[in-house]
C-alpha cells in the first residue's frame, strides 16, 4: 500500500482564496484524521471521521473551515476564505477498525500551506 | 477530555549520551500511550506503543519507554543516541472520548537535536 496521500504538497494562495486540501486513506482503514501543525500550538487535532461521519469536530477552529469524507477513500478539508493565520502544516492521517482504541493512526506527508 | 504534556521542548545532547525526553498525561479512563517520531519535512511515524502487558516498551532502535500509572508517564529513552535520531518526538494519549470512539490526543512535542 502506498499509505495515505495527501495532496498539494506545498500550497501557496492569497488571503481571501479558497483552499482545498485533499487526503485517500488507506485501503480498508475505517478512520480518518485531519491535524494541524504549527509552531505556537503544536498538532492540533481540528476533526475525525469514524466510517465517514464525523465524529469530532471540536477542533475545527471556526466557520471558514469545513471537512468532509464522501466515502471511504477520500477527505477533503476546506478552508473558505483563507487568511494569514491559517498557514500550516495540515496532516491526514487513517487507521484500520479499532478494537478499543489499540489502533495507531498513520500519518501522510502532509501539506504546507502558505496564505499571502 | 484527555490532555498530553511534554515538559521540553528542545533537548540537545552530544551522539553517544543517553537521553530521556519526557511524557506526562492526564485522563479520566484507561488510555493507550504512544511515541511518535517526526523526520524533517515529512509526516509522523509511530515509534512504540503501551497497549497492555509489561510496562517497558522497545522499539526496532533502540529506544524504550516505560508506563508509569501511578505518575501518569510515559517517558522515552536512549542509552546511547546517534546523529540519525535527530527529530521531533511526539507523545499521544488514546482514550475514550464519547461514547464508544477513543480519540489520540498529542503532545506538543520535544526537538531532539544530537550533536556530534
Known amino acids: 500500500d502506498a499509505g495515505v496521500i495527501q495532496s498539494p504538497r506545498h500550497e501557496v494562495t492569497e488571503m481571501g482564496q479558497e483552499v482545498t486540501l485533499r487526503c485517500k486513506p488507506i485501503?480498508?482503514?475505517?478512520?480518518l484524521f485531519w491535524y494541524r501543525q504549527t509552531m505556537m500550538r503544536g498538532l492540533e487535532l481540528l476533526i475525525y471521521f469514524n466510517n465517514n461521519v464525523p465524529i469530532d469536530d471540536s477542533g475545527m477552529p471556526e466557520d471558514r473551515f469545513s471537512a468532509k469524507m464522501p466515502n471511504a477513500s477520500f477527505s477533503t478539508l476546506k478552508i473558505q476564505p483563507s487568511e494569514p493565520r491559517d498557514s500550516a502544516v495540515y496532516f491526514c492521517?487513517?487507521?484500520?477498525?479499532?478494537?478499543?482504541?489499540?489502533?495507531?493512526?498513520?500519518f501522510g506527508q502532509g501539506t504546507r500551506l502558505t496564505v499571502v | 477530555a484527555q490532555s498530553v504534556t511534554q515538559l521540553d521542548s528542545q533537548v540537545p545532547v552530544f551522539e553517544e549520551a543517553p537521553v530521556e525526553l519526557r511524557c506526562n498525561y492526564s485522563s479520566s479512563v484507561s488510555v493507550y500511550l504512544f511515541w511518535y517520531v517526526q523526520y524533517p519535512n515529512q509526516g509522523l511515524q509511530l515509534l512504540l506503543k503501551?497497549?497492555?502487558?509489561?510496562?517497558l516498551v522497545e522499539s526496532i532502535n533502540g529506544f524504550e519507554a516505560e508506563f508509569n500509572k501511578s505518575q501518569t508517564s510515559f517517558h522515552l529513552r536512549k542509552p546511547s543516541v546517534h546523529i540519525s535520531d535527530t527529530a521531533e518526538y511526539f507523545c499521544a494519549v488514546s482514550a475514550l472520548s464519547g461514547g464508544s470512539n477513543y480519540k489520540l490526543t498529542f503532545g506538543k512535542g520535544t526537538l531532539l537535536t544530537v550533536n556530534p
Open positions: 485501503s480498508g482503514h475505517n478512520s
Open positions: 503501551y497497549l497492555s502487558g509489561s510496562t
Open positions: 492521517a487513517s487507521s484500520p477498525p479499532r478494537t478499543g482504541g489499540r489502533t495507531e493512526a498513520f
